[in-house]
């Protein structure tokens, strides 16, 4: 158990630097399991707690420093300490090493709990943080520490600041060209104090500080002067009116542009309803960030009242702008501020407008419950006809989706598009991500433009922004210039109209263009199971019967019985006139093709009833059809791999496997070895129970291998 909590990416020098329990790694971005260095023994000599997981030291805190230092801090079992960590600075010279005389507090750069939340950046020398700052997790607070400036927070027990927030990120995002003006901005959550139903409500939250300031003079004396903070909202509008929204902030990515003024915010948001479970993506533009901070604030008249919009008059230098030049340099710092100002930005921390979201609506909506999410990274690529957002979705069992979202303007609405289920997560480098979670590191590619076959189509219906048919394969697509071949380059991520842009191409590939044969075996009042699985995730899939003495074929009619899954077509009970052949037809962007076709066949019960007792009576070591451990000597088959051979069926190790499934629970072979000529009695309803169509939702990389 390494107990991870900490990645840093170091591009130039190739390395990745993981923090965990009492130690540091330092990977090599190529090959993260080979050539790595480590700091171990970070651990407190002294621990007074009796815990024994309380006695360790997390390392929560690792930035860059200076070119020849990290800085770490961690939790030292429950007595926070910070240290450098000594780096090489030639690709070469892979350094690392503690610096250990130089061990200092950490109080106010690293919580004491472990598993408190908690942010931080580093900002030229400086240390901002969000945290805990006490022992006992009660005193939340925002801090700059480290600086040659003074040490500075929010002042304490002012709930009107922060009430219970949980700490999600925090950024530094420039206004402008004068570094004076830079604003530090901290996503969270927290107890709302304007909800006015539901004292409880929590809200999701930007607040931001200047970055040099330094407090007042004599009101907010080493605190924060310029802290402002606003709701950012994350709902999709309702018909009557009424927005469901998602509250609880989980995530923020920030996607840097070409302008380091105006990188965008994409937000993942939980929902705190107890009746309601989802997920919900938000994406900001720092213009609407900057207009709710330069508009009107809130206002509280007294304990009794509600905030309100404040009309009245602002004091002058406005309250939470910085000590600049380009505010008109009157103040050359915030302990300058009139005395009028400063109590003004006391009082009013909330400011009235809230953020909306682009297209104020989320881009993506998952409420299916299919995953917990827990992390979003956003890579935005130049593709044939546009650009793309492509979202690395993070969930908790670490399936990664790639996810991109296009807005259709006429309808108002998003269109999903998930291109891919990865295993894996966050930092990445040169087309890698790197992937943390608390026991391990990876490393994933992310494109596998292979992946989707090889043929024009597949690759178009594919949709996937990084990736274009070049004439003969599937493979990644660079924009126009760095492309010198484009012409031959197909790509069409907004429609997927595999028919226009495959035109005089090959079409259809090998692959797609067969339909597979097969047969099946049911047996009567028995589950069964046709297995037929799209290519692509978006492909729609429709299942056709033609009857046996039948020329039609026509739509199979879905009901409690005959259940479609994403696995295939389940029977929960079959019937003697459900045997025919089936065809498994996947729609996608009007191209129809039959993947599969099935003949089933069912075995009436009669059928089954007199071999069965026939075989009983021969050699019940031989004939049972759920092994009782080592009763079937090995090599040998199965009594009913012999019966399917002579109706002419081969795949052994399909029927061993469905056999298995739906006979051969545990409970059965317990059964059996207590009374072996009880099996075929067996109880209908704990079959049912054991089908139940979920157990059929493999994810589908666990399909594909
Ligand atoms: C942190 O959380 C983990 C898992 O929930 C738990 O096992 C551990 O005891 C917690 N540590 C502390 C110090 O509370
Ligand atoms: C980087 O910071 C460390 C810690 O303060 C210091 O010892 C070292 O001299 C600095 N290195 C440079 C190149 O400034
Ligand atoms: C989202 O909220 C639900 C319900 O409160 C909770 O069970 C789940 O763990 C939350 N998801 C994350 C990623 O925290
Ligand atoms: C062979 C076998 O398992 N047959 C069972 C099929 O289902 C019926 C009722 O659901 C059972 O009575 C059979 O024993």
């Known amino acids: 158990y390494l107990g991870l909590h900490i990645m840093l990416l170091d591009e130039y020098q190739e390395r990745l630097f993981v923090g965990g329990k009492d130690l540091l790694y330092s990977l090599n971005l190529d090959r993260v399991n080979e050539n790595y260095r480590e700091v171990k023994h970070l651990k407190p000599e002294e621990c007074v707690i009796r815990n024994k997981d309380e006695c360790a030291n997390y390392i929560r805190v690792l930035h860059h420093f200076n070119r020849t230092h990290l800085l770490a801090c961690g939790t030292g079992a429950f007595d926070p300490l910070c240290t450098f960590i000594r780096v090489g600075h030639q690709l070469e010279d892979h350094l690392f090493q503690l610096e250990s005389h130089r061990l200092e507090r950490g109080r106010g750069r690293c919580p004491f709990d472990p598993n408190s939340s908690f942010i931080s950046t580093l900002i030229g020398n400086e240390l901002f943080t969000g945290l805990y700052s006490d022992y006992w997790g009660r005193d939340a607070a925002i801090f700059r520490t480290m600086s040659r400036l003074t040490h500075i927070r929010t002042e304490p027990d002012d709930e ?103 990188p965008v915010i994409f937000g993942l948001f939980n929902t705190t309803s107890n009746i309601f479970r989802g997920y919900a993506i938000c994406v900001y533009h720092m213009a609407i960030v900057r207009a709710a901070f330069n508009g009107p604030y809130a206002h509280k008249e007294g304990p009794e009242y509600h905030w309100s919009l404040y009309e009245g008059k602002v004091p002058y230098q406005r309250p939470g ?95 999903e598009v998930i291109l891919e289920e990865l295993q894996v997560f966050k930092v990445w480098h040169s087309q890698q991500l790197y992937v943390g979670s608390k026991t391990t590191v990876t490393q994933v590619k992310f494109h596998q433009c292979d ?45 997927g109209n595999a028919a226009q842009q495959c035109f005089g191409q090959q079409l259809i590939g090998e692959a797609m263009e067969k339909t597979e044969e097969r047969l099946a075996y049911g047996i009567e009042y028995n589950s069964t199971l046709l297995e037929c699985t799209p290519r692509t995730l978006q492909a729609k899939v429709i299942w056709f019967v033609q009857r046996a003495h039948e020329t039609r074929k026509e739509e199979v009619k879905t009901d409690d019985r005959i259940v479609k899954m994403d696995l295939g077509l389940l029977f929960l009970r079959l019937h003697r006139t459900d045997a025919g052949t ?94 072996p000529s009880k099996w075929k009695y067996a109880n209908p309803q704990e079959k049912k129970a054991r089908i139940k169509p979920e157990h059929y939702r493999l994810p589908r990389h666990a399909v594909d291998s």
Request: with cysteine.
């Open 321 to 415: 702008s910085c000590a600049s030049k380009v505010n008109g340099g009157l103040y050359s710092t915030t302990k300058d501020y009139p005395d009028e100002a400063v109590r003004f930005a006391r009082s009013h921390p909330l400011m009235y407008q809230p953020i909306k979201p682009v297209h104020k609506r989320p881009i993506l909506v998952k409420t299916d419950g299919k995953y917990n999410i827990k992390q979003i990274a956003v890579d935005r690529v130049e593709a044939e006809d546009g650009q793309y957002d492509v979202l690395f979705i993070g969930t908790d069992t670490g399936v990664v989706l790639k996810v991109i979202t296009i807005y259709n303007q006429d309808t108002e609405s998003m269109e």
């Open 160 to 262: 009107r600041l922060l009430k219970e927030p949980k700490f999600v990120d925090s950024y530094m995002i420039p206004d402008n060209e004068d570094r004076d003006d830079n604003k530090v901005y901290f996503f969270f959550t927290e107890k709302s104090l304007e909800a006015e139903t539901g004292a409880h409500a929590i809200y999701s939250r930007v607040g931001r500080v200047c970055a040099n300031d330094i407090g007042g003079q004599r009101i907010l004396v080493n605190k924060w002067s310029t802290f402002l903070k606003t709701r950012l909202i994350c709902s999709v509008p309702g018909m009557n009116g009424i927005d469901t929204y998602f509250d609880e902030l989980e995530d923020v990515f920030l996607l840097q542009t070409r302008d380091n003024k105006n």
């Open 451 to 495: 992946m989707y076959g090889t043929a024009c189509a597949d690759c178009c219906l594919a949709r996937d922004p990084y990736c274009a048919w070049d004439g003969v394969s599937c493979s990644r697509y660079y924009p126009i210039g760095i492309q010198a071949k484009r012409r031959f380059r197909r790509q069409d991520v907004r429609h």
């Open 582 to 675: 089936y065809f498994c037809q996947t729609v996608e962007h009007s191209i129809v093709h039959t993947v599969r076709k099935i003949t089933l066949e069912v075995v009436e019960e009669e059928r089954i009833e007199e071999m069965f007792n026939k075989d009983y009576e021969e050699d019940i070591a031989h004939k049972l059809p759920c092994p009782v451990q080592s009763s079937i000597p090995q090599g040998s088959k199965p009594w009913y791999k012999e019966f399917l051979q002579l109706i002419g069926y081969s795949n052994f190790q399909r029927v061993e496997e469905y056999c298995e499934k739906v006979w051969c629970t545990d409970k059965k072979r317990k059964k059996l070895k207590m009374s």
